[in-house]
């Protein structure tokens, strides 16, 4: 059984796993991007959001859209991260740490055992595609630290094909840079 989140989280501390320090968003190191990455599942559609920053927190590009995965969080997880790596290759953005408050996504991106699921199979399509990008890392942070891209899968989901935004950050989640 997989777990994302604060639930995840909670469900792993119950069952005697060592506590996770819950992070604050940080910038990233001088030369580097952050991307924030999350899903939002709806009934039966899901929706992702990607939001790209600079060293200095600054905004630099966001995307979001609709996911064709169904109403499975952990896969939606795994794919809105293969979507945002897409967008961010396409637009020539390399060495990136990636942010998703899903533990087991991070565990299982940086993991090298072979898993054969569907999920498994998505994250093999995203080491593909961040072959090609500098260096990628993908850290855990608390849904907390996250809600910028939450806030974006949740305004976008519902968007048949991927909407990007660069210079200005859309609405929805431009109150994080006042």
Known sequence: MTWCGEEGLNRLKSAGTPTVVRAQWSPPSMGRLKCNIDAAVFGNRAGFGAVVRDH????????????????????????????????????????VDLESDCLNLCIAYNSSSLDLSYVGLVIKQCHLIANDMGTVSVRHIGRSANQIAHALARATGSSSVPISWVISPPACISAFFD
Not at 61 to 68: F, I, K, N, Q
Not at 82 to 87: M, P, T
């Open 56 to 95: 200095d927190g600054a905004f630099v590009a966001a995307v979001g859209g609709e996911l064709e995965c169904g109403p499975n969080p952990y896969l939606a997880k795994a794919m809105a991260v293969r979507e945002a790596l897409s967008w961010l290759k396409g637009r020539g953005l390399l060495n």
